[in-house]
């Protein structure tokens, strides 16, 4: 009977995840075609055992799960399983923030963990299938497949909380349901075919809201907060090819989402631990929590020797890409033993992609001895890892910030109520967010939007700027915008994605990938990236290459455990960001605004997630002979970043009221002065005066030693290093700008600004800098430069009239002056004289010309 092969499995599903499920009550029930089970208890240790990650679940229950098979039609009819209330409550596991300097400490789950890792394996449920003639095995895996490809999963009110000091993240998602789809992404009853090796699924979430509150010292939220997201639909498609019918693993795999909008709310109270929130998964991201193997406990030294992404000497380099060990001789300082090291970023990710997309090992237990089966089984063991391609896709996001503010209610005992004033909006349009990926060598992430906007809404700290009865245009409550408008663009974000009608998926062929960092240089050029978004594009590539034959004579020597040459490991780390056209306008209005939202983010620290360690060198490091010396010299991996901005138009309005008085010492370190009056001029001046800067291009390239700690301290070491390893022991700088100007220009009633006189014609600049690593393990050696600078200024020109000089003067006394403006004058007499007589720039002017300058400094 199919009951006999199927049930089995569904029942090891169920019984992984829940507590106390009688299996001979479950499979009566299951026989019957429905099941009905209702207040189950997750086990919490078993989640936190696959998932791998530093969180510990507080409580998880499930309110109702139905389990529907049509045993009559079970080879047209999907199953369909439904979870009714779903609730998960996490947090981090202990020892990880409390206390950054030893990371001894560890929650009572992780002991539970540990105890019970034999039984991170799913139990398989000890029921030997009773062997049919009618059913031959090949029927039966045919079957099964057929059945798993098919199931439908749907949740209705999913609640996922996250609670960390005082914040209380939770997601709440209204349904959400998973089903399989044709070729037209059509609901339909589908399976693997010879001649289409496709499995296509969908899954649509519903009304996805997202809160974040503050709680207070008992763990009660007062009030609660406008919600982060509220009632966002979204929906992902998921695109798995095989090479054939055996394939247990997709050769690839494509999981991209479009959300059509987005819009996302954040007061001045949440702010701060949304920053908290964006920091935690920056961690995680970078492997500075929570990275130790699973089954061991965490070292005490583990911030000393094996955590991934802590580099010392910068705060912003973190090691993301791999882990290598403490003892590092020439080349073996960028060679690894994986079965030596804690699971890094990739690894943990890596590890989810079987258990999302293959089928659970239990199902073996149910499809007969089979010896074919046996044999594909341990051939796909050697097979390589499959493509993944993950995207994401957004047609227009928008994030508001809010001022929140207490008002009572008429009644003395009634409660508080939180009244909240939009101030500040960004708009965005076409955003993309693509990662691909094969195995832990390839990893590619692009990131795009075509085009944004930013604007000033209603009036701030009492000045009442954009209120209604101001009559602003939105010409002016626009103070930034960049790229093109995405109805002129197209749908270009969406190119290759699953929901581009022109990519090969849905049109019957085979995706071709570029894999190789050479061709990708080559095709994902500025230009390509501009020409598809327009407004930002980046590209991040990070590749390990093998190169067989390279450095061999001494691998040998730094590897004594391996028996075969493996070659020189060549690691590169690439990010390339440009920012296409973009006009800023500083004035008073935003200025306020951004410094506000970030006096509000200083208003609550968090502790740390991870230390830097302290910059002491090793006594008992090693001296490498000269073999060792030139085989580290062929090749040292680096990090380089170039960032590129086109087009860039910066304008500094006279500041029409000034609040930086109140504003600036909050984010200087001072405390906030709660007194605050709304006392503030406001003046409107019109034409009102501003400095405009124009720059053609401006260029800047980074970079780093990859592992800058690990390479210090070898370098150092030596009595005489080259100067290729000492240029590696510095991170350099390089800023270029072309065609910079800046003039005067005026602001009208309608908002639009006249031609600016020229004050600096145009010009070119260079700058050139180098940091010494990691500068106390060379303090023996005085000759070593840490830092040096090089300054280049082929030709420089300011001009001014008297009466340009004295507008001038007013703008920076407008912003440098703290409190009222009275002592401004800026007349019409003054404004005419300057933007009117233009066929007399240069009467009772004066000018400064500088002509082929170079500064070199070092220190």
């Known amino acids: 009977m199919l009951e006999s092969y199927v049930t089995p499995i569904l029942m090891s599903y169920v019984n992984r995840y829940i507590k106390n499920l009688k299996p001979s009550d479950l499979q009566l029930s299951l026989w019957g075609g429905d099941v009905v089970l209702s207040k189950l208890e997750l086990k919490l240790d078993v989640l936190e055992q696959e998932l791998k990650l530093p969180f510990t679940f507080l409580s998880g229950h499930i309110h109702e799960l139905r389990i529907h098979v049509p045993w009559t039609k079970l080879g047209s009819e999907p199953v369909v399983i439904t979870i009714n209330t779903m609730e998960c409550i996490l947090k981090l596991k202990d020892g990880i923030q409390d206390d950054h300097e030893s990371c001894g400490s560890h929650s009572t789950n992780r002991s539970t963990t540990e105890n019970t890792k034999p039984s991170v394996k799913p139990r398989r449920i000890q029921q030997a299938a009773p062997t049919d003639p009618d059913l031959p095995p090949g029927y039966v895996q045919s079957l099964i497949r057929r059945v798993v490809n098919n199931v439908n999963i749907v949740i209705n009110n999913l609640i996922l909380k996250y609670v960390e000091d005082d914040i209380v993240l939770s997601v709440n998602i209204t349904s959400a349901e998973c089903y399989t789809v044709g070729e037209l992404w059509d609901r339909a009853f589908m399976d693997i075919s010879a001649t289409d090796l496709v499995l296509r699924k969908v899954i649509n979430f519903s009304d996805c809201t997202v809160c974040l509150d503050k709680r207070n010292a008992s763990g009660k939220i007062e009030f609660y907060q406008d919600p982060l997201l509220y009632k966002c639909s979204f929906r992902t498609r998921l695109h798995f090819t095989y090479d054939n019918l055996n394939s247990k693993m997709p050769s690839v795999i494509k999981i991209h989402t479009l959300v059509e909008s987005l819009k996302l709310s954040i007061t001045d109270q949440q702010l701060p631990m949304f920053i908290r929130i964006m920091q935690l998964g920056i961690a995680l991201y970078y492997g500075e929590i929570g990275n130790f193997r699973d089954g061991e406990t965490e070292d005490p030294t583990c911030h000393n020797k094996?955590?991934?992404?802590?580099?010392?000497?910068?705060?912003?380099?973190?090691?993301?890409?791999?882990?290598?060990?403490?003892?590092?001789?020439?080349?073996?300082?960028?060679?690894?033993?994986?079965?030596?090291?804690?699971?890094?970023?990739?690894?943990?990710?890596?590890?989810?992609?079987?258990?999302?997309?293959?089928y659970d090992d239990s199902e073996e237990d149910f499809l007969g001895n089979d010896p074919t089966s046996a044999m594909h089984q341990q051939k796909a063991q050697t097979l390589r890892d499959p493509i993944v391609s993950i995207g994401f896709y957004?047609?227009?996001?928008?994030?508001?910030?809010?001022?929140?503010?207490?008002q009572a209610e008429s009644s003395y005992y009634s409660p508080q109520k939180v009244k909240s004033k939009e101030i500040l909006c960004w708009e965005q349009e076409g955003t993309t967010v693509e990662a691909?990926?094969?195995?832990?060598?390839?990893?590619?992430?692009?990131?795009?939007?075509?085009?944004?906007?930013?604007?000033?809404?209603?009036?701030?700290?009492?000045?009442?700027?954009?209120?209604?009865?101001?009559?602003r245009s939105e010409t002016e409550a626009c103070f930034f915008i960049c790229g093109e408008n995405l109805n002129m663009k197209?749908?270009?974000?969406?190119?290759?994605s699953l929901f581009d009608y022109r990519s090969p998926e849905n049109n019957g062929t085979r995706a071709e990938f570029i894999l190789d960092a050479a061709h990708h240089k080559e095709t994902y050029t500025e230009v390509a990236g501009m020409q598809r978004f327009g407004a930002f594009y980046m590209d991040y590539l990070y590749t390990v290459e093998n190169i067989?034959?390279?450095?061999?004579?001494?691998?040998?020597?730094?590897?004594?455990?391996?028996?075969?040459?493996?070659?020189?490991?060549?690691?590169k780390s690439t990010k390339s960001l440009v920012i296409g056209p973009l006009d800023f306008r500083l004035d008073s209005s935003a200025v306020h605004r951004i410094l506000k939202m970030i006096v509000c983010a200083l208003e609550h620290e968090y502790e740390p997630y991870s230390g830097l360690k302290p910059d002491i060198k090793d006594e008992n490091e090693t001296v490498l002979n000269p073999e060792e010396v030139a085989s580290l010299e062929?090749?040292?991996?680096?990090?380089?970043?170039?960032?590129?901005?086109?087009?860039?138009t910066c304008t500094i309005v006279m500041a029409e009221f000034n609040l930086l008085d109140h504003l600036l010492p909050v984010i200087m370190g001072e405390k906030n002065s709660s007194n605050f009056l709304n006392t503030t001029n406001f003046q409107s001046l019109r034409p009102l005066p501003s400095i405009q800067i124009l720059v053609d291009k401006i260029n800047l390239e980074h970079s780093v030693p990859m592992y800058a700690e690990q390479l210090v301290h070898v370098v150092s070491s030596l009595t005489q290093p080259s100067d290729n390893l000492l240029h590696y022991?510095?991170?350099?700088?390089?800023?270029?700008?072309?065609?910079?100007?800046?003039?005067l220009t005026s602001l009208d009633c309608r908002g639009f600004y006249c031609l600016p006189v020229p004050i600096i014609p145009s010009f070119s600049t260079a700058l050139y800098g180098k940091l010494l690593k990691l500068p106390t393990c060379w303090t023996e050696?005085?000759?070593?430069?840490?830092?040096?600078?090089?300054?280049?200024?082929?030709?420089?020109?300011?001009?001014?009239?008297?009466?340009?000089?004295?507008?001038?003067?007013?703008?920076?006394?407008?912003?440098?002056?703290?409190?009222?403006?009275?002592?401004?004058?800026?007349?019409?007499?003054?404004?005419?004289?300057?933007?009117?007589?233009?066929?007399?720039l240069y009467k009772q002017g004066f000018g400064l010309t500088t002509l082929r300058s170079r500064v070199i400094c070092s220190d």
């Not at 290598?324 to 994986?338: D, P």
């Not at 990131?447 to 209604?468: H, S, W």
């Not at 009239?801 to 401004?824: K, M, P, V």
């Open 634 to 648: 062929e090749y040292i991996p680096t990090r380089h970043t170039s960032i590129t901005l086109l087009k860039c």
């Open 548 to 571: 067989i034959g390279k450095g061999s004579a001494n691998q040998q020597d730094f590897s004594p455990g391996k028996s075969e040459d493996m070659g020189t490991v060549q690691e």
């Open 729 to 743: 022991c510095y991170a350099h700088c390089y800023l270029k700008i072309f065609g910079f100007q800046a003039g």
């Open 306 to 358: 094996d955590m991934l992404g802590n580099i010392t000497g910068s705060e912003d380099e973190t090691r993301i890409d791999m882990q290598y060990t403490a003892q590092y001789k020439g080349q073996e300082l960028y060679s690894q033993h994986e079965d030596e090291q804690p699971q890094g970023w990739v690894s943990w990710a890596w590890s989810f992609v079987p258990a999302i997309v293959s």
């Open 394 to 406: 957004c047609t227009k996001a928008t994030v508001t910030f809010k001022l929140t503010e207490m």
């Open 490 to 496: 197209g749908l270009t974000y969406l190119t290759n």
């Open 436 to 471: 691909l990926m094969m195995g832990e060598p390839f990893f590619n992430c692009q990131i795009g939007f075509v085009g944004c906007r930013a604007l000033c809404l209603k009036g701030i700290m009492g000045v009442k700027d954009f209120e209604e009865n101001m009559n």
């Open 781 to 840: 050696r005085s000759q070593i430069a840490i830092t040096e600078g090089i300054f280049e200024l082929p030709n420089l020109t300011i001009q001014a009239t008297r009466a340009q000089t004295l507008l001038l003067q007013a703008i920076y006394q407008s912003w440098s002056h703290i409190g009222n403006l009275n002592s401004l004058s800026v007349n019409e007499a003054l404004m005419n004289e300057i933007f009117q007589t233009t066929g007399n």
